[in-house]
């Protein structure tokens, strides 16, 4: 579990596509600020908002292997050497939870549409795919690209949010784009929420 709140910002050192582990998953290795000796073989991190797990490791990088599934849900397909990426270790009992619970498990690849710059803040627009829309409400809660954010607006298939110049400078969203594509994960309340309903409803 995470929780949203982004403590790095990484870089991909290398892609190495189809040729690491059994199963022939892709290979990114990612260059980081953390104390890796802290971080162990077969922790969880998150990627954008993607749940990895660390296979080897060295001083300020580690790697994971990413699965074919993983790529096609994902914005990970596009990465390349070079790419910024939002990280986030696992939470642990100790840690504060300053945003919301969030389970590193993308619902979907959304778009940012606009972006404009408002009295200091910036608000983005982003589509999101129809089948997570029903999971985005005003003033709850999302994540982008692994980012805990605080819905604005929305409607159908679109929402905006607001992030100040902290959070800007402290993640990748401030260097987002309109045509940019992100990592989306619905509210987990919402989505168990929905799983509710639909069960009680194919009981009457």
């Not at 498990?105 to 589509?127: N, P």
């Amino acid at each position: 579990m995470f929780t949203g709140i982004i403590t790095d910002i990484g870089t991909v050192k290398s892609v190495t596509r189809g040729t690491g582990g059994e199963w022939g998953d892709t290979r990114m290795d990612i260059a980081c600020a953390y104390d890796t000796s802290t971080i162990d073989i077969g922790a969880s991190i998150s990627h954008a908002g993607a749940c990895m797990t660390v296979i080897e490791k060295g001083p300020n990088w580690y790697a994971f292997e990413v699965s074919d599934e993983s790529l096609d849900k994902t914005t990970m397909s596009d990465w390349a050497a070079g790419r910024k990426i939002n990280l986030e270790r696992a939470l642990t009992g100790a840690d504060e939870l300053g945003g919301h619970l969030v389970t590193g498990h993308v619902d979907g690849v959304g778009t940012l549409t606009a972006r404009t710059e408002i009295a200091g803040s910036l608000k983005l627009d982003f589509t999101a795919p129809d089948h997570i829309a029903f999971g985005i409400a005003p003033k709850g809660s999302i994540t982008v690209d692994g980012v805990s954010l605080t819905v604005n607006e929305a409607s159908g298939s679109t929402f905006s949010v607001n992030i100040i110049p902290h959070t800007a400078q402290a993640t990748t969203l401030g260097g987002l784009q309109p045509g940019d594509q992100v990592n989306l994960e619905i509210d987990l309340i919402a989505r168990y929420v929905a799983r509710y309903l639909a069960h009680m409803g194919q009981k009457t």
